[in-house]
């Protein structure tokens, strides 16, 4: 094999003009990844293309627009304590503070964890409740592809050869929401065997906002973006909550694996996604 | 590997120059060239915790991060943690607790303590527990290793 090239661009321009130039580069972030499938020979890339000089992928910044973004290269540590996470966007810190251990989180990034896609990882279950985007910089100049789009199945994103996801754009929280994120391991640091993400807001009884989505049960988080329509200007009782969990597990499609069975994880969505909305109705104030 | 170029690393408040090519690992360079033996290859995919070193006072796996991705930043192990040449009282705790059994993991441990202790000075069981969680003793050997971060002298 002969030695892979080695660069350190400052500009995302630079880095897309590398990667077009070469497609069997690849970029490194944390490395939290990359490293270990280099070690194990799974990949042989021609070129690393370190990110770390890129300014542009180190920043959290609130847009113009009221959107967040969160650039790719910020690390799960940070995520965890961003203080403009706010209300139902607090999701997103809390998955993050959950990433496997704290030498992890002081490694790995939120662009090298979404690209990467591991379907049992944190971020793409509570990305997809918060409706958040992916800014995608490419040889055609830049794109947001939705959450909903992004994931494709196990191990596979939007992304295309040339691509570097430059930023996550996470949206406004509704007004007076809350998240919560729910993670069953077998020990902490492991990878969930199921977690599900909530973000919800009342208007007096009622659900004024509901986003559900279930992770580590297959290829792609799950929503249900009609169960969760229904639920919106009704009271949400424990009938209602249990009938959503049901159609999330019908529509989940798990596997058997050393964590839990497919069978297991069947049976824990409805109660994660009981205990995940139970939780959110305590942090807004409705005890019924 | 000793091919690729020469780089300079700051390495517990030394500047150490090295060979390494893009995909020379900073463990492999700390252990086989600068001859710091503390940080250990256990697993090298970055689970078993046994290479744990600090990078610009974060936690980073030194099997993960590549040398030259290094280059600039500050780099402290295990051995980097000592005071004037004397264990520093986390690492006397280690020793007067018998927080060691076979000593494999111990420096990683120690590492990943001292960056707990940083943070929170007085952890609770569970805290170092959380802290310590990406860091693997296989001879099982954590009741010791709890009570020596919890009995730092001072702390």
């Not at chain 2, 590997?1 to 500047?15: A, D, F, Q, R, Y």
């Not at chain 2, 001292?114 to 000075?121: C, E, I, K, S």
Request: aromatic letters at 4%; glycine letters at 12%.
């Amino acid at each position: 094999m002969t030695e892979a090239g080695y660069s350190e661009p400052v500009s995302v321009d630079e880095v897309v003009t590398l990667l077009a130039a070469d497609d069997e580069a690849k970029c490194v972030a944390g490395g939290a990844s990359l490293v270990a499938m280099l070690n194990a020979r799974l990949v042989e890339p021609s070129r690393l293309i370190s990110l770390r000089h890129v300014e542009e992928l180190q920043k959290i910044e609130l847009a113009e627009d009221g959107w967040l973004r969160i650039g790719a290269l910020v690390q799960h540590c940070d995520v965890a304590i961003a203080a403009e996470l706010t209300e139902g966007n607090q999701v997103l810190s809390q998955a993050a503070g959950l990433i496997a251990n704290p030498v992890i989180r002081d490694m790995g990034t939120i662009g090298g964890s979404v690209g990467h896609f591991d379907p049992a990882a944190d971020y793409p279950v509570a990305l997809a409740a918060l409706g958040a985007e992916f800014e995608i910089a490419g040889a055609n100049g830049r794109r947001s592809i939705p959450a909903s789009e992004f994931f494709i199945d196990w191990y596979e994103t939007a992304l295309a050869p040339g691509d570097l996801i430059t930023c996550i754009r996470v949206p406004p929280p509704p007004a007076g929401s809350a998240g919560v994120y729910e993670k069953l391991a077998k020990v902490k640091g492991d990878m969930g065997i199921a977690m599900v993400a909530v973000v919800m807001a009342m208007e007096g009884d009622a659900v004024s906002h509901l986003a559900v989505s279930v992770g580590g049960c297959g290829p792609t988080p799950i929503r249900l973006s009609d169960a969760e329509q229904a639920l919106i200007g009704g009271r949400i009782d424990e009938a209602a909550i249990q009938n959503l969990g049901d159609k999330l597990s019908a529509a989940s499609d798990p596997v058997d694996d050393v964590r839990a069975s497919a069978a297991y994880r069947k049976i824990l969505i409805p109660r994660l996604v009981a205990r995940a909305i139970g939780q959110a109705k305590t942090k807004l104030g409705d005890g019924s | 590997m000793s091919s690729g170029e020469t780089i300079s690393l700051k390495l517990n408040g030394e500047v150490r120059e090295a060979t390494a090519g893009p995909t020379t690992t900073l463990l492999e360079v700390i252990r086989e060239q600068l001859g710091l033996t503390g940080a250990k290859k256990g697993c090298n995919q970055g689970v078993c915790g046994a290479c744990t070193v600090l990078i610009d006072g974060k936690l980073a796996r030194a099997c993960l991060s590549l040398a030259v991705n290094s280059v600039g930043r500050e780099i402290t192990t295990n051995e980097g943690l000592t005071e004037d040449g004397e264990p520093s009282p986390l690492q006397q705790s280690f020793i007067d607790n018998g927080a060691v059994q076979c000593g494999f993991c111990t420096s990683g441990m120690i590492v990943s303590s001292h960056h707990l202790l940083q943070d929170n000075p007085s952890p609770s069981v569970d805290e170092v527990r959380d802290g310590l969680s990406g860091n693997v003793c296989r001879c099982s050997g954590y009741k010791k290793i709890i009570d020596a971060v919890r009995n730092v002298a001072g702390g």
